[in-house]
Every structure is written in C-alpha cells, then in structure tokens.
C-alpha cells in the first residue's frame, strides 16, 4: 500500500497529526515560499515602472517645449563637462556652506563674492543679493534686479486707496449716445449698457491686479467699487479698493480704473478710434506708512 500524501497543515487544523503519523502516513512539508525573491522581484519592478513613467514625463515635457534634438544633445554635453571639471564648480553643499558663513556680513550691507576656494583664478559668479537700501523698493541697491518687497514684519492695518482715470470722446462718440438714449450715469451702445459693463471689469482688474503687474502682492479685498459718471464729453472713472493687511492697494484701484476705462474704449471704438484715455492718477491712499489726499 503506497502511503497516502497529506498536507500537515490540514492535519494540525483537524488534530489529526498524530493519528496520520502513528499510521505510517507520509507527511509532505508545504513548499516554502522564498520572501526574499518575491522582495527583489517587486522591488525590480517598481523600479522598471518608476523608469517608464519618467522616460514619459520627459518625453511629455519634450513634447511641450518643442526642444530640438540639437539643443537636448547640447544641454547634456555642457551639464556632463560641468561635472567631471571639478576645479570650475563647487559642490552643492561647499556653496551652501560658503553661503551659510557670509550671510552675516550680507545683513550689515557688504557685497559679498563667493570664491572657489581652490584656486583664485576660479572664481564662481555666485553673488549673495544686497538687502534694498535704495528709494526703489522694487530694485536691489545696485538697480540690476527686481525684487519682491517683504512684508512681512509690517503690521496689519486697514489699507484704502482710491484713483480716476477720464475718457474724453469725440463729438461722433457724444452724438451715438445722444442717438441710444442713456443718462448721465448710464450710456447705451450696440454692445449694450456701457458704464455698467466696464464697471464690472473694472472691478475683476482689481481683483486680477498681481497678475497682470508681476511685483504686487496677491490682496484678499474686502471691497471693490468703481463709479462711472458722464460729464460733459468725458467719462469719469473712480475705483476704490479696500484691505485688511500689511501692504496697500493703491496698485489694485489704479488697475481697475484703468481697465474699466479700456472697457469703455473697445465699447465705442466701433463709432470712433478718436478716444483718449487720460489723467489716470491715485487721488488718495490711506493705512499706510505716507497717506494721500487729493
């Protein structure tokens, strides 16, 4: 009789071990798995699909940028000859260091130079920014670069600001409105009610105003107003904007009273290109540190 072949997990489940053995049962071991092997083989894999979906990224960026082959092939050259002159660039963490040990001297106004330190024929163009010292606050001391104010030790306050821009229209212009009807407050054209309309641009320019003029800080208004009236043959436009924060917001009525003003210029365009749009000017600011009163 060939004995039988049993699993002994089976047989210690049941309690039946014992009875198997003590009846000359051949007990089989289960295979053991190898952990190891499958660690390695998940690990090799990931790594494969980790190489695939950057090998697509790049391709995607490739793809975006419209990089040609003989720009790609250059940038590689220039990085590979970069890295194996080790007399030309510094390591990363030797720059931070350097960094590091001059910022004191940058906080008390020396322009500070980072020097290769193996040579001084070598001479890194790594050159800690000066803190602004000049009238204008958006330049460095030395004008050559632009720079975001910091404002962030100011103290909060509540920040208005107000500013006009006029329209003047030819008379043709005067003679349409005078032809659709309209008031002193409103004026109608073929696109509509036109005060109305370039009230509201003007009041999603406010709101829009840091990313149309790269150096202002993005404001969270607490209020955009802008009033439109008609006197004579121009257009007055007043736009005030209002803020609860560390930095104003005269350039946030600037720019809605200007973009209303360009509003009301595509909108009667049609009858005349004679429109002029001028004396665009702050007429007061308030809450911070020099307040303006027209």
Known sequence: MVPQRICPHMLVRRRLLPVFAAQGACITPPPCRSFAADHNRDAELSHKMFKEQLQELQEEREALYAFSKEEIHHWSTSVSMK??????TATLQETIEKLQREA????????????NEKGSDNVSSLVIPEEDDSAFTHLTTSGSKATMVDVGDKAVTRRTAKARTKVWFPPEVISAFASYGGTSSEVIGPK????????????????????????????PLDRVNVEISLENNCAVIECEC???HKTGVEMEALAGASIAALTIYDMVKAVSH?????????????????DVEE
């Open 83 to 88: 890295s194996n002159n080790d007399d030309e």
């Open 274 to 290: 004679n429109v002029r749009i001028e004396e665009t000017r702050l007429v007061s600011k308030s809450g911070g540190k020099r």
């Open 192 to 219: 509509g009610p036109i005060f109305e309309t370039a009230r509201l641009a003007g009041i999603m320019g406010a709101k829009r105003t840091s990313d149309l003029i790269p150096l202002c800080h993005p404001l």
């Open 242 to 244: 209002r803020v609860t």
């Open 104 to 115: 004191a001297y940058t906080n008390s106004g020396n322009d500070v130079s980072i020097n």
